[in-house]
């Protein structure tokens, strides 16, 4: 036997010891912060009050959409149609969504968060004023994509949201990101579905109007947009900004838009947000890398994951009021719009309430891999559900064996919505440097919208294949198949993000 002397047992020693650390990143290591910061709420408040503008904005717009196709005679009276024409509609507005969201992350990076939430809430007034005043599909269409070019508001509210708080409050933040979309899903479909053609449905008050009855659905798309002009003061006057460092706008242009920004020197900037949880804030948000340096396997993992989740979603979300409006014998529930806002907007209530008393227990549980799972999961159901119900229509009429199967297939949605908080956390620990979280924000969104652009479009129309004779389950069949597409790529995510921040 050889003997071994005692600096080289140490040594082995050591190595072993730090073999043995760097395996195990699931044990608690004493650099991990012990005490939760406390959000700022003085920020944080505006940020609540921003995350309503869009969802109340657009889902106002849901409950009447299809019966404006019908009005305006795109469709030709072909009731087939009326779901690929809100396809087609839908899906341009992700398609906008798609070209330009990456650009306005990055630029947030540059000049900062505020002034790109400020220009978005501009679009999104203009974009819905202009959609209530138009009365052919090409101007619906102009309406949308025009506004979603530039609003880029839904990835720069999130990196805000991770500038502000760090990783031991910000799951508890995403606890109440669900507020605000409770608010703007219930309040946005009644909206749309209440004061659609106000003239016909409340004569009194509005029937002397030339204004409402020449263009019926002016008057839930004004009231979105006087919501986000406040929302828009507010920002303006309130919010502070959360980028430490800023490069002119015009240091941008001279550079080459970006080419020469990422290793030019950016100048710190006053009144501005320091997180709590960072002595340094300069130090810790390193440089702006380029592009290519953003798509590591991590954040490729998170955007596929973004990807699948959003085209299930968005593909599910487009189906459900145009199968509520069509007739029962074509193979939906011959609902009118005032019921659809209803429906719909009883669903964000649910969505947001759930996520708000749950989701910050569950990830404490389970982690947020586990979350992500079980939503896509839960898609199988959700899609099973659409012919049963269907079937209970025709045998029995919308009764209550109908609503009860609405009500679980709705309910079945609140475990799909909390894959979104989720994969959330996964990018703030997927991003490379914290400089680089608006762009990696970016990459991740524009993978949703590429995806939300296919959905809407795609099953829409495989809906209206499926009222034809012989055609009854494709829509069935396609969304199932989405579906196990997302759960198989769920797979690849960790249990909990912090397993990716402890190998960095």
Known sequence: MIASSPSVQISCITMIARQDDEET??????????????????QFWIILLLQVS???????????????????GVTHGDESQVGHYVGILESSYYAAHVLTIFHWSRLSDHIGRKPVILTALLAISVSMLSFGL???????????????????????????????????????AYGYIPIPAMIGQTAGPLIGGLLFRPADRFPDIFGRSELLKTYPHLLPCSI????????????????????TTRTSLWELIKGGLFRQSYTKP??????????????????????????????????????????TTGLFHVAFSSVLPVFYATSIELGGLSLDPPRIGAILAAQGAAHGIFQL????????HFGAGAIH??????????????PVINALARAHGVGLAVWLCVATQLALTISLIMCYPSLALFVRTAAPNRASLGATNGITQMFIAGARIIGPASAASVFSCSMQEGHDAWLVYYLTAIAFLAIGVSLLLPRDPSVWEDHR
Request: hydrophobic letters at 40%; zero cysteines.
């Open 25 to 42: 990143p699931l044990l608690q290591r004493p650099e991990r912060p012990t005490t939760k910061t406390p959000l700022p709420w003085d």
């Open 54 to 72: 869009e969802p109340l904005s657009y889902q106002t717009l849901s409950p009447f959409i299809p019966q404006l196709i019908r009005d305006i």
């Open 134 to 172: 138009s009365k052919t599909f090409l101007g619906l269409v102009v309406s949308l994509v025009v506004g979603e070019s530039f609003d880029g508001s839904n990835s720069v509210i999130k990196s805000m949201v991770m500038d502000i708080t760090d990783v031991t409050n910000l799951p508890k």
């Open 224 to 243: 979105s947009t006087i919501f986000v002009s406040i929302a828009w003061l507010v920002t303006y006057f309130r919010l502070k900004e959360s980028v």
């Open 266 to 307: 950016r100048q710190p900037s006053s009144n501005v947000l320091v997180n709590p949880g960072e002595a340094n804030p300069g130090e810790a948000r390193s440089t702006l890398l380029p592009l290519r340096a953003l798509l590591t396997p991590k954040v490729a993992t998170v955007a596929a994951n973004y990807a």
């Open 357 to 364: 008393v749950f989701y910050a227990r569950l990830h404490d």
């Open 373 to 386: 799972f079980t939503g896509v999961s839960s898609g199988i159901p959700i899609v099973i559900l659409f």
